[in-house]
C-alpha cells in the first residue's frame, strides 16, 4: 500500500539553525500538508500547499518556515532560524485529487526535531 | 470549523465493543463527520468518515444520530494495538482550492486492555 515517507526521523539542531524536513507524499496525490504536534499538546495544522503554491497558513506560519516541492516528488518543510519551542513532531501529509468524497489525508511517520 | 467534544479517556477490554462519543451539536449542513486515530506519538490515521448516514468499514462503524449534533464510533472487538487516541474532527463536504486542513482537539485516549 503507497505511503506517505518522511526523513529524517530525528533532527537535533542547534538553535538559530536552519532545518529542513523532508517528505515524499503518496505519487498521485496532490494536496501536500504540513502538522506539528508539540509533547504532550494537539496536532496542529501549519500549512496546505497545492498547484505549487501554499493554500493556506496557519497564524503559527510565520516568516520563519517556508515549503517547496523542488522535484515534482518531494515536499520539503524549511525553519530558516530554529527556536527552543519549533520543538516537536512535524508530520506531512497528502490528499489525492479532488473531487473525491472521501477526502482522506494521509499522513507520514513525522520527524522528530529538537531544538537545542 | 464546528467545535467537538470528546471524554478525554475510556478503557475497553480486548474483544468487546468500544464505543467512542463525540458531540458536535453546532455543525452545519455541509460538515461531515471524521474519525482519526494517533497511534502513540504516529502520524494520524484515518478510521471513518461520515454525512448523516450511518457508515461502516473495515475498521470501524460510524453512528450519526438524526440530528446530527453527536455521532459514536464502534470499534466491534477492540484488540490491544486499538490502544489511541481518537479524534473525532468536522469539516466541510466542500474542498476548497488547496483541500481542507484538519482541526484536532484533543481526543479521547482509548485503552484496550486484558
Known amino acids: 500500500e503507497p505511503e506517505v515517507t518522511q526523513t529524517p526521523s530525528h533532527q537535533v539542531t542547534q538553535m538559530g539553525q536552519e532545518v529542513i524536513l523532508r517528505c515524499v507524499p503518496i505519487s498521485n496525490h496532490l494536496y501536500f500538508y504540513w502538522y506539528r504536534q508539540i509533547l504532550g499538546q494537539k496536532v496542529e495544522f501549519l500549512v496546505s500547499?497545492?498547484?505549487?503554491?501554499?493554500?493556506?497558513k496557519s497564524e503559527i506560519f510565520d516568516d520563519q518556515f517556508s515549503v517547496e516541492r523542488p522535484d515534482g516528488s518531494n515536499f520539503t518543510l524549511k525553519i530558516r532560524s530554529t527556536k527552543l519551542e519549533d520543538s516537536a513532531m512535524y508530520f506531512c501529509?497528502?490528499?489525492?485529487?479532488?473531487?473525491?468524497?472521501?477526502?482522506?489525508?494521509?499522513f507520514g511517520p513525522g520527524t522528530r526535531l529538537t531544538v537545542l | 470549523d464546528a467545535k467537538t467534544t470528546q471524554p478525554p479517556s475510556m478503557d475497553c477490554a480486548e474483544g468487546r465493543a468500544a464505543n467512542l462519543p463525540c458531540n458536535h451539536s453546532?455543525?452545519?449542513?455541509?460538515?461531515?463527520v471524521y474519525w482519526y486515530r494517533q497511534i502513540h506519538s504516529q502520524g494520524p490515521q484515518y478510521i471513518i468518515h461520515g454525512l448523516k448516514n450511518n457508515e461502516t468499514n473495515e475498521m470501524a462503524s460510524l453512528i450519526i444520530t438524526e440530528d446530527r449534533k453527536s455521532s459514536t464510533l464502534i470499534l466491534p472487538h477492540a484488540t490491544l494495538r486499538d490502544t489511541a487516541v481518537y479524534y473525532c474532527i468536522v469539516r466541510p463536504r466542500i474542498l476548497t482550492g488547496g483541500g481542507n486542513k484538519l482541526t484536532f482537539g484533543t481526543g479521547t485516549q482509548l485503552k484496550v486492555e486484558l
Open positions: 500547499f497545492y498547484n505549487n503554491e501554499i493554500s493556506e
Open positions: 453546532t455543525i452545519s449542513g455541509n460538515e461531515y
Open positions: 501529509a497528502s490528499t489525492e485529487p479532488s473531487g473525491r468524497a472521501r477526502n482522506e489525508q494521509f
